[in-house]
């Protein structure tokens, strides 16, 4: 027992723990007869049990250091929170969390024992039905469920062989008539990923946390499973459960030509069709059956080799590294004509061969996606010039795989939405030493040399992501340096603003000695100031020193006949001086302005009589302030001159068009082209003032280029001097754009 310990708080690589548990296989005693079913189960349990307890206890250990680094790297106060609630949250629950993984996982084979094989029920209504039953629900929440199939698909994808051997096994053990499934097999990834996405209903996270840990987990403790089926798979052998079967292939029917290669391993449940490529495939349909239809055989049909070879020897000669960034390449859609010559100069194409309509409509396509993204607005041109570069490499992605077209989830074509997406914000000026072209440029390059090779474009998309947050980690302090200074001083004029108002609305229309104005308008003015920065914390103080404004100003108006007392007097001096201290008013200064503030209240009041010559303003002058008065009055100007940044401009028209709702709904991380017709540059919304409601947009580095109203972004959107990004996916909008196109010209 000891011995165990000591092994999960120091869990040691899976090779070498595998290696030790199958030596313990090796010697465990046969489980005799096969009736003893119950025996083989709960030996099975334990040994996939014990196998991942020690890496899912280290699994949660290590989420603290995720975490820490996610807070630190946050956009916002907001997140920053979220991330040090799930460090706590996780740190407290995560004995309970294995403890309910456990338990999950015991549920599972209970039902197994019993012959059930749905482990997971959809929603509440189902559960009612089978409340006899312990079952586990999932979640009703789809972004959870899409990770959860994810992650299942991907072990899935990883895990054929040991999964094919371990559902025909427990379909032995079980007596079942056909092999189960892998949702069906208790320990296969529907089974144990459902399982851990269940035991994060301990956490009181929020749901993109939970998600977070859904992904960690496939990245952090797929690998340990391998080890914990392969483990499985040899005590079943040893125990004569169909010991000698061997691994099958099922191979898809012939009239299935989708290739299994590497750019997809989501199962067929995530994809997701595209709706305008289904538009596309129906037009192409139409027409076929309006022509004459034309015989292909083996003989006459240019195969996909010939294809290919011609493919790539036009790589070659117009791709080469140094013509990555020559702009007279050819166009994307000239390149079948090119392709063409090509096949003829290699022979491939010779009298009476052709080119099967499939093939042919697939480079088309191709021709069509690269020339749409080559005219791409949204797309800065020097990143178009370089991606281009794929169209070759990706026609014959798309003569191979089918699902290029049909499937969004298709890993290759991510791949380019997401460099696209990237990109949007991209200029010379905001790349420090080009490190960004450097990337997409080594990407394309490494597709070029190695398209016809299997190559893990999610492995490429994940690099590509990791490297594009770190670049992006700089410029987000920089941002987050740039809001709080805009914030900051919007804030800070706020206050002038409302110190102004509360001032202006107090001394109009009274007469009082010039004494008291100075002091009100110049340093008691910066008393509210900082009364109004600190309201959220203190209101009662702003509160009482804007009070004290109306009851110096009523003290100090001769004309007032509800006359004060000696005492009172002393109550606003004394008052007078609090205030003052928290600007740090000069302490020597402080007292002969307390005296003589003293002096003049009481000679107002008529309880001094040594008629001292006060002077005092008349009630139409009170607020005409000289220039040099407003120099030393932090909201002398105001009172004259309302701060006009606080306020959007007048004579803008209030239209409810297209134009005025781009503006509005704008959201954070948009970008836009501003400046179109005289210097384009691409910003990003990053904060929308909650005061105020301007808009503050930044470059990619992170620095204000603008702070704008909505009301001035609607009309900047309008005369076309402001331009919208659009924010579908590069590739969605390319394929909207030809069935547009398609259905045009069938019309």
């Not at 192409?284 to 790539?312: C, G, M």
Request: charged residues 30%.
């Amino acid at each position: 027992m000891k011995k165990e310990t000591e092994n999960q708080k120091q869990p040691v690589s899976d090779k070498n723990t595998e290696r030790v548990d199958s030596q313990a296989i090796d010697q465990s005693v046969k489980v005799s007869g096969a009736a003893d079913f119950n025996q083989i189960l709960h030996e099975t349990h334990r040994i996939f049990v014990q196998y991942l307890h020690p890496r899912l206890k280290h699994f949660f250990e290590g989420l603290n250091d995720f975490f820490f680094d996610m807070a630190e790297q946050a956009e916002s106060n907001a997140m920053q929170n979220a991330y040090f609630t799930a460090i706590g949250d996780t740190r407290k629950n995560k004995a309970d969390l294995t403890r309910q993984f456990a338990k999950n996982v015991n549920v599972i084979f209970q039902k197994f024992k019993s012959k059930d094989y749905i482990y997971f029920i959809e929603n509440k209504e189902q559960a009612k039905d089978q409340k006899k039953a312990l079952t586990l629900i999932k979640e009703d929440d789809l972004d959870q469920k899409l990770a959860i199939n994810n992650v299942s698909a991907k072990i899935s994808q990883v895990y054929t062989k040991e999964l094919f051997l371990l559902n025909a096994r427990f379909s032995e053990l079980a007596g079942a008539d056909e092999d189960l499934k892998n949702n069906e097999n208790p320990i296969g990834p529907d089974a144990i990923v459902n399982a851990f996405a269940s035991s994060l209903k301990l956490l009181k996270s929020e749901n993109n946390i939970k998600l977070m840990i859904i992904k960690l987990f496939e990245k952090d403790m797929v690998e340990s499973l391998g080890p914990a089926y392969r483990l499985v798979n040899k005590f079943f052998k040893k125990n004569d459960i169909l010991p000698d079967l061997k691994f099958e292939i099922k191979h898809k029917s012939a009239g299935n030509h989708a290739v299994n290669n590497s750019i997809n391993y989501l199962a067929q449940a995530l994809s997701e069709e595209d709706e305008n490529y289904k538009k596309i495939a129906n037009i192409l349909e139409h027409d076929r059956e309006k022509s004459p239809q034309q015989s292909y055989t083996p003989e006459n049909i240019v195969q996909f080799s010939q294809l290919s070879d011609a493919l790539n020897q036009i790589t070659v000669e117009l791709f080469s590294d140094s013509e990555l960034e020559n702009k007279e390449i050819i166009s994307p859609l000239d390149l079948k004509d090119e392709l063409l010559k090509k096949l003829k100069t290699l022979k491939a194409i010779s009298e009476g061969q052709q080119i099967s309509a499939a093939d042919e409509n697939t480079i088309d396509l191709i021709a069509e996606l690269f020339q749409f993204m080559v005219e791409d607005r949204n797309l800065p041109e020097t990143i178009q010039l370089i991606l281009s570069k794929l169209q070759l490499p990706f026609l014959q992605i798309a003569l191979k795989d089918k699902t290029f077209f049909s499937d969004k989830h298709n890993n290759a074509r991510k791949l380019l939405n997401i460099i696209a997406e990237c990109s949007v914000g991209w200029s010379p000026e905001t790349d420090d030493n080009g490190v960004f072209v450097k990337k997409v440029k080594e990407i394309v390059d490494f597709i070029l040399k190695n398209h016809e090779k299997s190559i893990n474009y999610e492995k490429l998309i994940e690099r590509f992501i990791t490297f594009d947050q770190k670049l992006k980690k700089r410029s987000a302090i920089t941002e987050r340096r740039t809001t709080a200074q805009v914030s900051g001083r919007e804030r800070l004029n706020m206050a002038k603003q409302k110190t102004a108002e509360t001032l202006k609305r107090h001394l109009k229309g009274q007469k009082i000695p010039a004494l008291v104005r100075e002091i009100l308008l110049k340093p008691w003015a910066n008393v509210l100031v900082l009364s109004e920065l600190r309201k959220e914390e203190s209101p009662e103080l702003l509160t009482k020193h804007r009070d004290f404004v109306r009851r110096l100003v009523s003290a100090s108006n001769p004309e007032n006949t509800d006359k004060r007392s000696d005492d009172a007097i002393k109550d606003i001096c004394n008052e007078m001086i609090d205030g003052l201290k928290l600007v740090a008013y000069d302490i020597q200064e402080l007292r002969v302005k307390s005296k003589e503030i003293e002096t003049c209240l009481k000679e107002i009041n008529g309880i001094s009589q040594e008629e001292k010559s006060i002077d005092f303003i008349e009630p139409a002058d009170i607020l005409k302030l000289s220039k040099e008065f407003n120099q030393e009055s932090s909201v002398g100007d105001l009172i004259q001159n309302p701060d006009p940044d606080m306020r959007p401009p007048q004579g803008l028209p209030e239209l409810d068009d297209v134009h005025n709702q781009a503006s509005q709904t704008l959201v954070l991380g948009e970008w836009i082209e501003i400046d179109a017709k005289t210097n384009p540059r691409r910003v990003k919304l990053s904060w929308v003032s909650p005061i105020s409601g301007k808009m503050l947009f930044v470059d990619a580095k992170g620095n204000k280029m603008i702070d704008i109203f909505p009301i001035e972004l609607a009309d900047k959107f309008r005369r076309e001097e402001f331009l919208t990004m659009q924010q579908i996916p590069l590739i969605d909008r390319a394929m909207s754009k030809i069935a547009e196109k398609m259905s045009k010209k069938t019309a």
